[in-house]
């Protein structure tokens, strides 16, 4: 059993799912505002509000989908650890991306590599395969 790994994945998770939360509640009004003043104009303001709708949805889903997998990653399924890996991957590629578009490691969105580090080590350190032909 991966206990370690399962409790990171649980972590995760649940801080992806949380940051729901201000990003749709708190990003989007804040969104339509600088469409409002005109900072951001067409045909880029309504991009913008599709991108932020599509990111907050995405953002809840990819931590609904890292409870799913949680417990067969718990169980070492190896088909659960690579999509944990690629998760991974993608917070950390996010995260680092957002550091070299700003200009600065540690800018707002720094706690997304964070995120992707702790899945990262969920998938590969604190991650032993089940070699039981039954993975739930």
């Given at each position: 059993?991966?206990?370690?790994?399962?409790?990171?994945?649980?972590?995760?998770?649940?801080?992806?799912?949380?940051?729901?939360?201000?990003?749709?509640?708190?990003?989007?009004?804040?969104?339509?505002?600088?469409?409002?003043?005109?900072?951001?104009?067409?045909?880029?303001?309504?991009?913008?509000?599709?991108?932020?709708?599509?990111?907050?949805?995405?953002?809840?889903?990819?931590?609904?989908?890292?409870?799913?997998?949680?417990?067969?990653?718990?169980?070492?399924?190896?088909s659960a650890r690579?999509?944990?890996?690629?998760?991974?991957?993608?917070?950390?590629?996010?995260?680092?991306?957002?550091?070299?578009?700003?200009?600065?490691?540690?800018?707002?969105?720094?706690?997304?590599?964070?995120?992707?580090?702790?899945?990262?080590?969920?998938?590969?350190?604190?991650?032993?395969?089940?070699?039981?032909?039954?993975?739930?």
């Amino acid at each position: 059993m991966n206990k370690i790994a399962f409790y990171l994945t649980l972590f995760v998770a649940a801080i992806t799912c949380l940051q729901f939360i201000p990003h749709a509640f708190l990003g989007f009004p804040a969104v339509l505002e600088h469409i409002a003043k005109g900072e951001i104009r067409e045909p880029a303001a309504q991009g913008m509000q599709m991108i932020w709708l599509y990111s907050s949805i995405m953002m809840l889903l990819s931590g609904i989908w890292m409870f799913f997998l949680a417990k067969p990653i718990k169980n070492g399924n190896p088909s659960a650890r690579l999509q944990g890996l690629l998760l991974s991957l993608g917070l950390i590629l996010f995260g680092m991306g957002c550091s070299y578009v700003a200009n600065e490691l540690f800018n707002h969105l720094f706690f997304f590599t964070v995120e992707g580090v702790l899945l990262l080590l969920a998938t590969t350190v604190f991650f032993k395969i089940n070699n039981i032909n039954n993975h739930e």
